[in-house]
């Protein structure tokens, strides 16, 4: 059974309708969302979906309406003719322009600039991370440890993102503070939270790519993550320096010292 496209379908065991959910939302939901009391991911949760389904759902939805008006406005700047191979040509040239003006614009509006790493404790998780986390902000939180080496390539990485992309909220706490008895083999550690719960993470030297972190590996990886949009067109190298001390650190613990090599 159908309704309004939505496929509806029941279980054996219980018989309980399972519904594939959508960004539609009632009138009662849109004044609500108007007046500031609830926001749209806020209503399809409410519906039963879960967070990053909701997320997903709205994501899609202001796609569409930016995808739909801005299809309006090519018709109107070209006069509702699109046959001639310049007009053709010219199309494509300006959606990608208001494309690329959404984006911005989107990254821009009803965001708080950042541009540096916030260090923050365990009491403050709630309000610094889950709470910060929601209406689509992302937040990415670097577990810290001076100890140990890879940590504080990360680190690195982490302060000099946070100055270029500073519509993303960068945190950092240290490890055990964090989690206790975190152990120092799963640093370096990163989380990545949205609405509200964690929808990525990076656990260990080798979910970072292998020894040789810097900001550009990093920004690629959180790229891929969704968490940014980046103009590097593949993943920057690591350092010579880095590749070699790689090696032998790798080969004192008795693995394979070309193992994470690109």
Known sequence: MNDNGNTISYDQKGSKPTYAYTAQTTEFDDECIRRGIITKADAICRKGASAA???????????????????YKISDEEG????????????????????????????????????????????????????ASRNGQFVVINLTNDAVWESRYVEDAVNKLAESFDHIKFVS?????????????????????????MQKQLVGIDSFGGVGVNAGRLEWILASFGV?????????????????????????????PYDDVD
């Not at 990608?96 to 911005?104: D, F, G, I, T």
Request: glycine share 4%; proline share 4%; aromatic share 8%.
């Open 228 to 256: 940014l949009k980046t103009n590097l067109k593949s993943c920057p190298p690591r350092s010579d320096y880095d590749q070699i001390f790689g090696k032998v650190v790798r080969l004192h613990q008795g693995m394979d």
């Open 53 to 71: 389904e909701a997320h997903r759902l709205v994501q899609e939805d202001e796609q569409r309406r930016a995808s739909t008006s801005i299809e």
């Open 80 to 131: 509702g003719n699109s046959s001639d191979d310049v007009l053709d040509k010219y199309r494509k040239k300006r959606i990608a322009e208001l494309k690329e003006q959404h984006y911005n614009l989107k990254k821009d509006n009803g965001k708080k600039r950042f541009g540096s790493v916030i260090h923050i404790s365990r009491p403050d998780w709630e309000r610094e991370v889950t709470d």
């Open 173 to 197: 706490i240290r490890s055990t503070a964090a989690i206790e008895n975190w152990p120092d083999s799963n640093l370096p550690t990163m989380f990545v939270y949205c609405d509200g719960s």
